[in-house]
């Protein structure tokens, strides 16, 4: 986009919002942004949008956006999903500022913040246990009820907080609970519990610690700590922001304060995106695991043929938004097929092959043709691709007894085959399954593509891949692994009731022009006719493997109609 057009583009809310803070000269006019994921599984597609948003904005104002891994239960951290978190973060084209940081580095000062509270009459040891807590919390139009423990003494809390933190007492036996106010009509703001017993290692502090801040506590406190001036996220958090502020009146008396910003998150038609739910596919072995190519996880997108580029592209297509709303997958799709029309060289590649034999062309001839490799980039060249005798065309692009509209091979038919020459099919011979076998044409020498005197109007142009020169490849056709728009949305059935039964479909047999004998993963090409498609982790030299992307159109938007 030219810089003029951008500046048009009008502002997003969180612009207007830090465009007016810069011009107040809030917390120094400084923007700080964070991105804060809890490493309890592999990011989304959502996530991105959060990545691109807080990242977008550090760019945008010359700010810095930190990467910080909330990392406050150690039950459900792993660190393969911090080391996967930061290679999507990094792929995705963003880098964080200095090095990636993690909630349990403020545990000391988290815990020397809450006896602070204690001391200040802010917070209470309670005795009772969860379910008991949660009663009493009352509903949003009722009050809650203050706990028998709410007036114990300041010495006394002090003194079984630090015996929490000994460890002297079993998981759940007790809780630290911030005093702010039973009637609230805000139910975050009765007596919220700050500090959960927890007899668990933690991926990072080891056996240090024996109870663990709440999110609500650990949060706003943590982007203190960091200079965080717009704290941006979903807007299941915007209840909580009046406890984020009473935590930071609390504590804090400098004049900058991080500022909690609530946006819209991302939902997708077709897909599930809790970490809950896509931990469930793993766990059953529904999908192959976090990057399967059918996964809304960056990774899996990563691995399915997407460009970062595309991402976020369609990040910013989406936008930032207030109120929730859910966004077709198409529009993913339509990003991704974007930018591999632009990028992705042009290749011919048969899936189900069968053989075509030309038979009054010259045994043990072969002439190479010439194919441009995109027409969307002239400076990608050409290339030489051979021809004979035996080739392979897709077994669909021939039928024995077509109805009128085909116009691809049929006995008597012509059609021309790409680059080369017209060829009209004089025979074909059956197995003994009856399937099709081998399709022998005749063809005109003087057809061929550009250089030939003759130019018959032929209705149909296929692909096709030389016999003797092939190289074997498996393909996998991926598909959405739901057949819902939404497959979470449902009350009385369960998302995994709507699993797309066709979501994967593996071609083994597939002919592959010669030129793609030496791909490395991660290459990406279109094949001709068929779809946009890329080299998966698993291939190996001699044992190709690729994984759809997209196919060519919205095949799902015309089934629709
Ligand atoms: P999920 O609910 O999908 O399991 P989460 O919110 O628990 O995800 P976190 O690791 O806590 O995952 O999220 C890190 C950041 O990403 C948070 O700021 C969160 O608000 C944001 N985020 C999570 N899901 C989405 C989404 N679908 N759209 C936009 N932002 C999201
Ligand atoms: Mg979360």
């Not at 011009?23 to 809890?38: I, L, M, S, Y």
């Not at 995106?273 to 996880?297: A, F, I």
């Not at 050409?382 to 091979?409: A, G, Q, T, V």
């Not at 003994?432 to 149909?460: F, H, L, M, Q």
Request: glycine share 6%; charged share 30%.
């Amino acid at each position: 986009m030219e810089a003029s057009e951008k500046e048009k583009k009008s502002l997003n809310f969180i612009e207007t919002i830090i465009e007016e803070d810069i011009k107040n000269h809030k917390n120094d006019a400084r923007v700080h942004t964070r991105f804060p994921p809890e490493p309890n599984g592999y990011l989304h597609i959502g996530h991105a949008k959060s990545i691109c948003l807080n990242f977008g904005m550090a760019e945008k104002y010359n700010g810095k956006c930190n990467l910080r891994f909330d990392d406050t239960n150690p039950t459900k951290e792993e660190m393969e999903y911090v080391d996967s978190i930061k290679a999507d973060v990094q792929w995705l084209g963003f880098e964080w500022n200095g090095q990636e940081l993690f909630a349990s580095d403020y545990f000391d000062q988290l815990y020397d913040w809450a006896v602070m509270l204690i001391k200040k009459g802010k917070a209470y040891v309670d005795d009772q246990p969860q379910e008991l807590i949660s009663q009493q919390r009352g509903t949003p139009t009722r009050p809650g009820i203050e706990s028998p423990f709410r007036s114990r003494s300041i010495d006394e809390n002090l003194a079984l907080f630090e015996a929490m933190k000994r460890g002297d007492f079993p998981n759940g036996a007790k809780v630290l609970r911030a005093k702010v106010d039973m009637a609230s009509p805000n139910m975050h703001m009765r007596d919220p519990v700050m500090y959960r017993i927890l007899n668990a290692p933690h991926h990072r502090t080891g056996d240090t610690w024996k109870i663990y801040p709440m999110y609500d506590y650990a949060h706003g406190q943590s982007d203190y700590l960091e200079g965080i001036t717009h704290s941006l996220c979903t807007l299941e958090f915007e209840v909580h922001r009046p406890l984020y502020d009473w935590f930071l009146d609390e504590l804090i008396d400098t004049e900058y304060r991080p500022r909690q910003i609530e946006f819209a998150r991302l939902n997708l038609s077709y897909t599930v995106m809790s970490k809950r739910k896509l931990l469930e596919l793993v766990k059953n072995g529904v999908v192959n695991g976090w990057d399967d190519p059918r996964m809304p996880t960056i990774a899996g997108l990563r691995r399915r043929g997407y460009t970062a580029a595309s991402i976020r592209t369609f990040a910013d297509r989406i936008g930032v938004a207030k109120r929730d709303n859910t966004i077709d997958v198409g529009l993913l799709e339509f990003s991704v097929r974007e930018d591999l029309n632009n990028i992705a060289p042009r290749v011919m590649a048969v899936l189900d092959p069968v053989k075509l034999i030309i038979s009054n062309y010259p045994e043990g001839q072969t002439e190479q043709i010439e194919l441009i490799n995109n027409p969307e980039q002239p400076e990608a060249g050409s290339r030489n691709i051979p021809f004979s005798r035996e080739l392979y065309i897709e077994r669909d692009d021939f039928m024995i007894d077509p109805p009128k509209k085909f116009f691809r091979l049929a006995p008597d038919k012509e059609v021309r085959l790409k680059g080369a020459y017209v060829v009209r099919c004089e025979s074909y011979e059956l197995d003994d399954a009856g399937e099709v076998k081998t399709i022998y044409c005749s063809y005109d020498a003087e057809t061929r593509s550009g250089t030939g005197t003759k130019n018959p109007k032929v209705k149909g142009t296929l692909h096709w891949v030389e016999a003797n020169t092939a190289v074997d490849a498996e393909v996998r056709l991926y598909d959405r692994l739901f057949n819902d728009e939404d497959p979470a949305g449902h009350k009385e059935k369960d998302a995994m009731e709507f699993l797309n039964p066709d979501s994967l479909q593996i071609k083994t047999y597939c002919k592959l022009e010669r030129m793609l004998a030496d791909v490395q993963p991660e290459d990406k090409f279109q094949f001709q006719r068929i779809g946009y498609f890329c080299v998966d982790k698993d291939s190996k030299a001699g044992q190709l493997v690729f994984n759809r992307t997209v196919s060519l159109r919205d095949t799902w938007a015309k089934m629709n109609q």
